[in-house]
């Protein structure tokens, strides 16, 4: 079967900057040569008429000109300077910037649903997903309150899709720029829970889905460098015993199936060993880390701009600018749209 072209980019909450920084990517395209159009053969799945009202804020001129389409496989024949748009759900135009609303949360969750499924049935090459905030997704009820954001919506959707328990579907979400690449043993958990979650299996499963993942992307098996739990990674054992029982255990394991690890090294030196620099490639090529924050710190810390989240262990491809909803700033026309222009950069790497 011949791999689909159309990459689908969903609007995220409509109140936050997600439709205006999609509208901001394909307005600097229409103003780019063609040839380097980041986002020739993608599409919106989501409204049209909140694509028009984003594309009339960035740009007032009316050089961008929203379509709509009716199939996928459109967006690829879509010429310069056209946002074309897949309506997949409705929202009030009413609804104000920069607010929490159910409504909200609930067409930023049926876009990704769409997708989603879009994805796993071979309809669209990639998914990219702008922000969403998780309070609106909570508030807007059934089924998207059960879910705390993106990864674990399109876990459940890929684990039913395959006919097994979510259990049997584990995802890891990577942040990357273009100097650091991060992997997280938890995602969105409480810190209590992110505790608890460093365990042999936790951590072992972890090793083995950053191995796949970033073997397909590099072309070869990547060099993982592991963060410690605890300050100095444990200090032998002085400042907590998780490395020498459950970390180096996992690593041990990890190395006998053949997989490329090091550490655990202490957790605020690491990630500035595997730093990619002009001068330097840095000593790893992704940094397996304990928990969100541990992770997430040293990437966005470089610059929001660039980051993008990749969603690993799904048999779809999905990326996400590194960034919320920006309330404070929605509907300005200010936000930047590199972040989800990097995304998409990336997905079109996964899937080539």
């Known amino acids: 079967m011949t791999q689909p072209q159309a990459i689908?980019?969903?609007?995220?909450?409509?109140?936050g900057i997600g439709p205006e920084i999609i509208a901001k990517a394909f307005l600097q395209d229409a103003k780019a040569p063609s040839a380097s159009a980041v986002t020739r053969h993608c599409f919106v799945a989501g409204d049209l008429h909140l694509m028009q009202k984003a594309a009339s804020l960035v740009d007032p001129s009316g050089q961008l000109r929203v379509s709509l389409i009716h199939r996928p496989e459109e967006a690829c024949h879509a010429s310069s300077g056209v946002?074309?748009?897949?309506?997949?759900?409705?929202?009030?135009?009413?609804?104000?910037?920069?607010?929490?609303?159910?409504?909200?949360?609930?067409?930023?969750?049926?876009?990704?649903?769409?997708?989603?499924?879009?994805?796993?049935?071979?309809?669209?090459?990639?998914?990219?997903?702008?922000?969403?905030?998780?309070?609106?997704?909570?508030?807007?009820?059934?089924?998207?309150?059960?879910?705390?954001?993106?990864?674990?919506?399109?876990?459940?959707?890929?684990?039913?899709?395959?006919?097994?328990?979510?259990?049997?579907?584990?995802?890891?979400?990577?942040?990357?720029?273009?100097?650091?690449?991060?992997?997280?043993?938890?995602?969105?958990?409480?810190?209590?829970?992110?505790?608890?979650?460093?365990t042999y299996n936790n951590v072992l499963e972890t090793l083995r889905i950053t191995h796949q993942a970033l073997s397909r992307l590099l072309g070869r098996a990547p060099k993982i460098g592991v963060a410690g739990l605890n300050p100095h990674a444990g200090e032998g054992g002085l400042f907590g015993q998780e490395e020498i029982q459950i970390i180096q255990p996992a690593m041990a394991q990890a190395a006998a199936e053949g997989l490329d690890v090091h550490g655990?090294?202490?957790?605020?030196?690491?990630?500035?060993?595997?730093?990619?620099?002009?001068?330097?490639?840095?000593?790893?090529?992704?940094?397996?880390?304990?928990y969100h924050d541990q992770g997430l710190i040293p990437v966005k810390y470089m610059g929001l701009e660039q980051g993008?989240?990749?969603?690993?262990?799904?048999?779809?491809?999905?990326?996400?600018?590194?960034?919320?909803?920006?309330?404070?700033?929605?509907?300005?026309?200010?936000?930047?749209?590199?972040?989800?222009?990097?995304?998409v950069r990336m997905a079109q790497q996964l899937i080539a």
């Open 8 to 15: 689908a980019i969903t609007p995220g909450d409509p109140c």
């Open 83 to 198: 946002l074309p748009v897949l309506q997949v759900a409705q929202v009030s135009a009413a609804l104000p910037w920069g607010q929490i609303h159910a409504e909200a949360g609930r067409f930023a969750g049926e876009c990704v649903q769409w997708a989603a499924r879009a994805a796993l049935q071979h309809q669209i090459a990639a998914l990219v997903t702008a922000p969403l905030h998780k309070e609106a997704l909570s508030a807007a009820g059934a089924p998207f309150n059960a879910f705390p954001g993106h990864t674990e919506l399109l876990q459940a959707e890929a684990a039913h899709h395959q006919g097994v328990p979510v259990a049997q579907m584990p995802v890891r979400m990577m942040l990357a720029n273009d100097e650091l690449r991060t992997v997280l043993v938890s995602i969105h958990v409480s810190m209590r829970q992110a505790l608890d979650a460093v």
């Open 264 to 290: 655990p090294y202490a957790p605020d030196t690491i990630f500035m060993r595997a730093r990619r620099k002009a001068q330097s490639p840095g000593e790893f090529d992704v940094v397996l880390a304990m």
């Open 308 to 343: 993008v989240n990749v969603t690993l262990g799904l048999p779809l491809v999905r990326t996400s600018p590194d960034h919320g909803t920006a309330f404070d700033i929605a509907g300005k026309g200010v936000a930047d749209a590199d972040s989800l222009v990097a995304a």
